[in-house]
């Protein structure tokens, strides 16, 4: 007689938590570069899967193709993991500093909509890039002259439906917006500096 061995109340229930995320984003690789062209009005835009060493894939899914979008002169980079068309990881890196007014429009523009779409469950997402940026800045050091205990707190964090945003700043030079279904793909101070990361 084969012994029956009953499923704890806590396994159950992280399965069920697992089977609930989502593996992918809602926006196909093919939908960002064309929101990405339509929105920052650049030509021409490139997207070209990238290489990277084996200590910047450590969080990424096995068989994960990397694919830097870029609109030069705009100061803004895009980097996409993921398999074929679909999506797990997102990071878009932008030097504000660098940006003229007008770019800084056109990039605040794409910001929003990829925001729109990937949650298009939270009413608030548009403004989401403008808020948790003024978010980071105003907890960075350099603004508040305070150190943080724990160097997370940097970090200005939003999950919904499965899929994790975070937002790092540092002022008044640069923004980092990560967006993931992956957790070790979400900014983790402890894992080592999140600026260092090409995309997870």
């Known amino acids: 007689m084969r012994a029956v061995v009953a499923a704890t109340p806590l396994a159950l229930l992280a399965a069920t938590a697992a089977s609930a995320e989502p593996a992918y984003l809602p926006l196909t690789r093919s939908a960002i570069v064309a929101l990405a062209a339509d929105t920052l009005q650049s030509k021409p835009l490139k997207a070209e899967p990238v290489t990277l060493p084996p200590e910047q894939r ?16 705009l100061p803004v980079e895009i980097f996409l993991a993921g398999q074929g068309e679909n999506i797990d990881a997102l990071h878009v890196y932008y030097p504000v500093v660098n940006a003229k007014r007008e770019e800084d429009a056109r990039i605040s523009a794409l910001l929003s909509a990829l925001f729109k779409d990937i949650y298009p469950n939270w009413p608030d997402a548009g403004n989401w890039p403008r808020t948790s940026a ?25 999950t919904v439906d499965g899929i994790t945003s975070a937002t790092i700043g540092v002022p008044p030079d640069l923004f980092v917006y990560s967006v993931t279904t992956r957790a070790q ?7 080592g500096n999140p600026f260092q990361r090409v995309v997870c």
């Open 134 to 158: 003024i978010a980071s800045w105003n907890t960075s050091p350099l603004m508040s002259k305070r150190t943080p205990a724990d160097p997370n707190d940097l970090i200005i964090r939003k």
């Open 58 to 73: 450590s969080g990424l899914a096995p068989g994960d193709t990397v694919w830097q979008i870029t609109a030069a002169p």
């Open 185 to 191: 793909c979400v900014p983790d101070a402890h894992r």
